[in-house]
C-alpha cells in the first residue's frame, strides 16, 4: 500500500543521477545510490527497513523523506497456461492492469502507461472509460517489481517488458522512457533494450523523437488497418495521424535508426482479413524492415466485432505469404480470464 504523506516522494521517481544528488545533499557518499538501487531494483525490498547493509540513521531519514510501498492488489486472477493479471489499486484508487505473460522461452511482463486512455479505439475497452491520468514514473515500475517477485516466485526470472497495456505509451513519453531507463541500467533490473517493446497508436512527432533517443528499444505500432479508409473506422487517431502519413514516418524511423518495427494487426470477421486487406496490407508494407503480428480480436461487450474463424484467420496469413509477407499468428493467452487489454479494469467499473 502505498503510504506516503503528501510530502513525501516516491523514491522510484527518482533516476540514479537524481539519487546520487539527493544523497550528496544529504551529506551521504555516492556509492550509497548503488547499494539502494540494488535493494529497490534488484532485491525487490518494499521498505527501508529492509535495507540492512545501509546505516540505521540513513535508513530512518530515507523512509522520512520517501515512500517505497507495494501497489495495492485489488485483483489477481491466474489463467490455466500460467499468465497471471494483477489489478493495482492506485494511491488515488486509479486502477491499472499488469500481465505476467510467461512461455517457454521468455518470461514477460506487459504494463500499463496511462490510467485510462484519451485515443478511443474501437475495439479495445481500455479506451472505454476515456483518459484518467498519466502514470508516474514510480508506478509504472512498481508494476515491473510486483510481476518480477511473482515471476521469481516460479522461479522464472522476468526477460522481456512490453508496453502494451493500458494507455498510450508514447502520450506519456517522458515517465516512461524514465522508467526504462531504470530498467534497463545494470544497477537497476539490468534488462537489454532490445528486450523491451515500446508500442504505439501511431503518434509521429513521438514515433520521430524516439528515433533519436540513444536507447535500443524495440518499436511496435498498432497498426490495425490496411488503408486510410478501414484505419479510421477502428482507430480515431487516424484522422490526425494518417494511415500514408504513419507508414511515411515508419520509413523515416528505419532509415534513421536501421531498427526493423513490428506492426500489430487485429483480426476481425469481415472487417479486417478480406482479399483486399491482404493486398493492400502487402502494398503498403513493401520495403519495409518489420515484423507483422496478426491478433485475433478478443471480444469486449461494448463492440459488436468478432473474431474470425480460426481456417479464416490462417487462410490470411497464408494469403499475406503468397503477397510476400511473413506475418505471426498470435496465440490466444489467458483465454479463461479477462486477458483482453483493459478488460479487468473495464469489468470492476462497470460492476
Ligand atoms: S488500443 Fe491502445 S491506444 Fe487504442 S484505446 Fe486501447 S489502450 Fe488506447
Not at 484522422?239 to 483480426?267: D, G, H, P, V, W
Not at 494469403?319 to 511473413?326: D, I, M, Y
Request: aromatic share 8%; charged share 25%; glycine share 6%.
Amino acid at each position: 500500500m502505498d503510504t506516503r504523506t503528501p510530502q513525501q516522494k516516491d523514491i522510484r521517481d527518482l533516476s540514479y543521477d537524481e539519487l546520487v544528488q539527493y544523497l550528496e545533499k544529504a551529506g551521504e557518499r555516492p556509492f550509497r545510490a548503488t547499494q539502494i538501487f540494488e535493494w529497490v531494483y534488484k532485491k525487490g525490498v518494499w521498505s527501508f527497513d529492509q535495507m540492512r547493509g545501509l546505516p540505521a540513521p540513513l535508513r530512518k531519514r530515507l523512509s522520512e523523506d520517501f515512500g517505497l510501498g507495494p501497489l495495492a492488489i485489488a485483483q489477481k486472477q491466474v489463467a490455466k497456461d500460467g499468465t497471471t493479471k494483477f489489478l493495482f489499486d492506485l494511491r488515488d484508487h486509479e486502477k491499472i492492469e499488469t500481465v505476467l505473460i510467461p512461455t517457454a522461452t521468455r518470461t514477460t511482463v506487459c504494463i500499463s502507461s496511462q490510467a485510462g486512455c484519451k485515443f478511443g479505439c474501437k475495439f479495445c475497452a481500455s479506451g472505454i472509460g476515456g483518459w484518467k491520468r498519466n502514470l508516474t514514473t514510480a508506478e509504472i515500475l512498481a508494476q515491473i517489481l510486483h510481476v518480477k517477485e511473482e515471476a521469481e516466485s516460479h522461479k522464472k526470472p522476468l526477460s522481456h517488458i512490453v508496453c502494451m497495456g493500458t494507455g498510450e505509451s508514447f502520450d506519456n513519453y517522458d515517465n516512461l522512457l524514465k522508467a526504462l531507463r531504470i530498467v534497463n541500467d545494470e544497477r537497476g533490473i539490468n534488462i537489454g533494450a532490445r528486450r523491451m517493446t515500446v508500442s504505439t497508436v501511431g503518434l509521429i512527432p513521438k514515433i520521430m523523437r524516439f528515433a533519436k533517443e540513444d536507447f535500443q528499444i524495440e518499436l511496435a505500432i498498432s497498426l490495425h488497418g490496411y488503408n486510410d479508409a478501414s484505419r479510421s473506422k477502428l482507430m480515431p487517431v487516424n484522422k490526425k495521424y494518417s494511415f500514408t502519413e504513419l507508414m511515411n514516418a515508419c520509413r523515416e524511423y528505419i532509415k534513421m535508426t536501421r531498427r526493423q518495427i513490428t506492426f500489430e494487426y487485429i483480426l476481425i470477421k469481415d472487417a479486417t482479413c478480406s482479399e483486399e486487406a491482404a493486398r493492400e496490407l502487402a502494398k503498403n508494407l513493401k520495403g519495409l524492415i518489420c515484423k507483422l503480428n496478426l491478433i485475433p480480436y478478443n471480444p469486449v461487450r461494448e463492440f459488436p466485432h468478432k473474431p474470425p474463424a480460426h481456417e479464416e484467420m490462417l487462410s490470411f496469413q497464408k494469403r499475406l505469404k503468397t503477397l510476400g509477407v511473413h506475418a505471426t499468428l498470435r496465440a490466444p493467452r489467458g483465454r479463461d480470464i479477462a486477458a483482453a487489454c483493459g478488460q479487468l479494469r473495464h469489468m470492476q467499473k462497470s460492476h
